[in-house]
């Protein structure tokens, strides 16, 4: 006989904090699924991993447009995007260690600049 009564909180609805988290520094895509996911339950956990993660992508495409100045936004653009994905792979590393530890040198200001969300 077939189980049909499941107690995951997927079959729900609802993700785990942790899960939104980690999606949400999974690409572009995967911060708007993380925003969706946890806008009924706004869970403390999954806001401060998506400010993070927000704030890196703003912060990429900068560098994006700084890449377009020939020679030395080139430059900038190369060292500026090691040093982005340096902090890229923190911040996922703190979501999947379910630590609120904002991201090196910028997180502090991440959570500022994203107080609204």
Same mark, same amino acid.
């Not at 403390?44 to 700084?66: N, P, R």
């Not at 080139?74 to 090691?82: C, E, P, Q, V």
């Given at each position: 006989?077939?189980?049909?009564?499941?107690?995951?909180?997927?079959?729900?609805?609802? $993700? +785990?904090?942790?899960?939104?988290? @980690?999606?949400? =520094?999974?690409?572009?895509?995967?911060? *708007?699924?993380?925003? *969706?996911?946890?806008? +009924?339950?706004? +869970?403390?956990?999954?806001? $401060?991993?998506?400010?993070?993660?927000?704030?890196?992508? @703003?912060?990429?495409?900068?560098?994006? @447009?700084?890449?377009?100045?020939?020679?030395?936004? !080139?430059?900038?653009?190369?060292?500026?995007?090691? $040093?982005?994905? =340096?902090? !890229?792979?923190?911040?996922?590393?703190?979501?999947?260690?379910?630590?609120?530890?904002?991201?090196?040198?910028?997180? +502090?200001?991440?959570?500022? !600049?994203?107080?609204?969300?």
């Amino acid at each position: 006989m077939e189980n049909t009564n499941t107690n995951t909180n997927e079959a729900k609805g609802t $993700f +785990d904090p942790k899960t939104i988290a @980690i999606i949400a =520094y999974l690409t572009i895509i995967g911060l *708007v699924v993380a925003f *969706v996911l946890n806008n +009924d339950k706004k +869970d403390k956990f999954a806001t $401060f991993h998506i400010k993070q993660s927000l704030g890196l992508v @703003i912060i990429s495409l900068g560098l994006f @447009i700084i890449g377009m100045i020939p020679i030395l936004g !080139w430059i900038l653009s190369f060292l500026g995007s090691i $040093f982005l994905l =340096y902090l !890229w792979i923190m911040g996922l590393i703190n979501a999947i260690n379910n630590k609120t530890k904002p991201v090196p040198f910028l997180g +502090d200001h991440f959570e500022k !600049w994203f107080d609204t969300i």
